[in-house]
């Protein structure tokens, strides 16, 4: 069955940023503060050290009670029984994802306009990551889009969605109170020196009222 | 219902050795001589434009009835309903590969010693790629073994296996009489200005008696 997300502070992982010396410390601190979702994001490794690494976290995050959602790689997601699978718009189409995945895993797309959030939802997307919000060096290619942008997309769809992109202890005041779902984060979290307080924080400052 | 393969002449595909401009070309022009098994192997693109790749490549080598097989991406050989996937020992385990892919689709290991051999057929292996025979300018990693290592995993294992790894019109008749099942060729077909030719020479070589 497919797990049912609290999607309020949305790790992504990234191993050029870290703080820690493995993946699973920087997973593992960050759920101590609050994450309730892990993504977890590898574009330079072999196959099998991914799926090495994604066995490793999936014990983590299933201790904590959290999915574990895989980027891109949707055979990485099938052969650890991850909770999903995160596809953005140069990954394999959500709509072929579905089929080779099932309908009880989660699928999530990033989607940076009205019209592409459209086609996730209409292509069996769970939810959605919504940005880049800000400019940031853990994606460097990522165009930065309006928070106009997000409120559009919140209108037009009615699935989950998270904001991706530069979402910090200074930024994410600007993306309280505009209808999304939590907040992504990759360095914010994985490169501070106390990760879980870090998380903490964030969570707190984007929940308070 | 898994395919029944030729496995004389099998292509592997490399991008970065082609006489032509598109892997397509080079595929249909090698099918055109004789090839029996395509590989279509990709290490740096976006799985969105694999995926593309594959779905022109497959048309491609169903209008000859032969076998595609995907390198290392299972789940690109899912999403384009591939015959098959070859997985190294950096890749997914093969047993791990049998479990997502199912029974009917072929699953080729590349193995380099009886141990890894024989460790393939307990995983579900269908054929091995076995090599690399010679030094090679397409896989610079790759560690050369002898004929004598290509022999005695013959004698430990039934299934079909390819020999790969600086296989050309030169070196193809070390490989004759040893009991494998086909060369498995890279720059030998595609970096040659006539691929049509070239793959037609190397299997005339290769079956002569």
């Not at 490794?45 to 999936?58: E, G, M, P, Q, T």
């Not at 189409?93 to 459209?118: C, H, Q, W």
């Not at 993306?175 to 969570?203: R, Y």
Request: glycine share 8%; net charge neutral.
């Amino acid at each position: 069955m497919k797990k049912k997300v609290d999607y309020t502070l949305y790790l992504c992982t990234d191993r050029s940023f870290m703080s820690t010396n493995t993946i699973e410390e920087s997973v593992e601190l960050a759920l101590e503060g609050g994450c309730t979702v892990v993504q977890l994001r590898e574009k330079d490794c072999s196959s099998k050290d991914f799926y090495d690494l994604a066995i490793r976290v999936k014990t983590i995050t299933h201790r904590y009670d959290v999915p574990l959602i895989i980027n891109d790689r949707v055979d990485i997601a099938l052969a650890v029984n991850a909770d999903g699978v995160h596809v953005g718009q140069s990954d394999l189409p959500a709509s072929v994802v579905r089929k080779i995945i099932g309908d009880d895993k989660i699928i999530g797309v990033s989607a940076s306009t009205k019209a592409l959030a459209l086609q996730a939802v209409a292509d069996g997307a769970d939810y959605l990551g919504v940005g880049a919000m800000y400019s940031t060096n853990t994606k460097t290619d990522a165009g930065v889009i309006t928070i106009d942008t997000v409120k559009e997309i919140r209108k037009a769809v009615d699935i989950p969605m998270v904001v991706i992109g530069g979402i910090n202890k200074n930024t994410v005041s600007n993306v309280k109170g505009i209808g999304v779902d939590g907040i992504c984060v990759i360095s914010a979290i994985v490169a501070q020196q106390n990760i879980t307080q870090a998380a903490k924080d964030l969570k707190e400052l984007f929940m308070k009222p």
